[in-house]
């Protein structure tokens, strides 16, 4: 096997980049900005898995992503009794109806033919929505009015919260099923405003729901699958390993709670890229670059095109939750105003042109320059204004005005990366083979 070592001096170059944050700036912030990195290159990951290996134009990644970060809040957080008890029961029986609604719907669906199928649709739906909300609506205003400042929703499971990393997975995989069924056959221009359109939707959701995530009072003091800093800063043990390493012990804790958190991220991180490779490099893969390429050809020799975009559109929606309930973790709580389509959209589609698209390798190294260069646009920014105004006088309104205007630098930064790429390299950092 040949060594390339033109893509392990980039990642080389990574490595030296995090050094030299740690070193001019903190450690801590070193390790902070690593684990967004490591999130982001799941992301990456997830995206290409639907645009590098099947050609799905998916812009709905905030979407799924806010969809695993409910899973944290879902998984982790302590049960409310008050609120169970105001309306637990009307929000099953509203959930029950509704369930029994859509067993109706599909059977009638699949039973009945012509006028009498559309004429029972019709009549199954209206009775079954509004019997459905008669139990729903009375018992999520109880909810709501149980203690709404400090709770308002009826809580979690109260599991450990790296559980929710793979009921996030698993909430926007059968998220990503409804949606393809309904979407995948359209051109991919349309299919982009319908993903689009969905993960408005769920944020929108997200946003309203308050019996359910509290809406945008957010859900705050997740429980963390790493110690706490206080603790550590109690403890005699990592205070003397503190001196010994010549750190102040908050910054040490600091350190310590972010290390761990990176060790647990780059195990899920080589356990999607290893499940991601054997993927592309088997059959199943090599058949999917076909059909990428060529939907006709492919569908003349008899592959289900539609089935197998499907199946690749929940395989990468399933990573994206995954990864949206990561960052939840991380964060430590979940905030459904944060989702915005600059930050889980764009940013997630500039990783995977700039690293390769259709390279999962690529997909990573991606996630590292784009987020990287996204936290450290402001300190290069302010360090880039102060350079060019050092020759201006101090109370120079230039000079204030363009210092202001260094922590606007990101949108530029993210330009400029995205426009050399283009230029030198059209096919990304490391091209698909």
Not at 243 to 253: L, M, P, Q, R, T
Request: aromatic fraction near 10%; hydrophobic fraction near 55%.
């Amino acid at each position: 096997m040949t060594i390339n070592w033109r893509n392990i001096g980039m990642f080389g170059l990574m490595a030296t980049l995090f050094l030299i944050v740690g070193l001019s700036q903190s450690w801590s912030l070193s390790l902070a900005i690593l684990n967004l990195c490591i999130i982001s290159a799941i992301m990456s990951l997830g995206v290409n898995i639907q645009w590098g290996y099947a050609g799905l134009l998916n812009v709905g990644v905030m979407g799924f992503a806010a969809l695993g970060g409910v899973a944290g809040v879902l998984v982790s957080t302590q049960p409310v009794p008050a609120a169970w008890a105001a309306g637990g029961s009307g929000i099953l029986m509203g959930m029950l109806c509704a369930a029994i609604t859509i067993a109706a719907i599909t059977w009638a669906y699949f039973k009945m033919s012509g006028g009498t199928r559309t004429l029972v649709i019709t009549l199954v739906g209206i009775v079954g929505y509004f019997i459905a909300r008669s139990f729903f609506d009375p018992a999520v205003d109880a909810i709501e009015s149980t203690d709404s400042a400090a709770t308002g929703n009826l809580g979690g499971l109260g599991l450990p919260i790296m559980l929710s990393w793979l009921v996030g997975g698993a909430f926007a995989a059968g998220a990503a099923w409804l949606v393809g069924k309904i979407s995948l056959g359209l051109r991919s221009d349309y299919l982009a405003i319908a993903t689009l359109g969905i993960s408005e939707i769920i944020v929108a959701m997200m946003k309203n729901e308050d019996w359910l995530t509290r809406g945008v009072k957010n859900v705050s003091g997740l429980p963390r699958p790493v110690p706490y800093e206080v603790d550590m800063q109690k403890s005699t043990y990592f205070k003397e390993m503190a001196a010994n390493w010549g750190f102040d012990i908050v910054e040490f804790s600091s350190i310590i709670v972010k290390l761990s958190y990176a060790c647990l991220f780059t195990v899920v991180l080589l356990i999607v890229l290893y499940l991601s490779e054997k993927a592309l490099n088997s059959p199943w893969g090599r058949m999917m670059r076909a059909i990428r390429d060529n939907e006709t050809a492919a569908e003349a020799m008899g592959k289900d095109v539609k089935g197998r975009h499907l199946q690749v559109f929940i395989l990468g929606s399933a990573v994206v939750g995954i990864a949206g309930a990561m960052l939840t973790t991380l964060d430590g709580q979940f905030t459904p105003a944060s989702y915005q389509p600059l930050r889980f959209t764009f940013l997630i589609w500039v990783m995977v042109i700039v690293g390769g698209s259709g390279n999962n390798w690529g997909a990573i190294l991606g996630g590292f320059v784009v987020w990287f260069f996204w936290i450290e646009a402001e300190p290069i920014g302010l360090w880039f204004m102060d350079l060019i105004t050092s020759g201006m006088a101090d109370d120079s309104d230039l000079r204030a005005h363009l210092l202001k205007s260094a922590a606007h630098m990101r949108l530029m930064m993210m330009g400029i990366i995205l426009l050399l790429v283009l230029r030198f390299t059209p096919k990304g950092l490391i091209p698909e083979k």
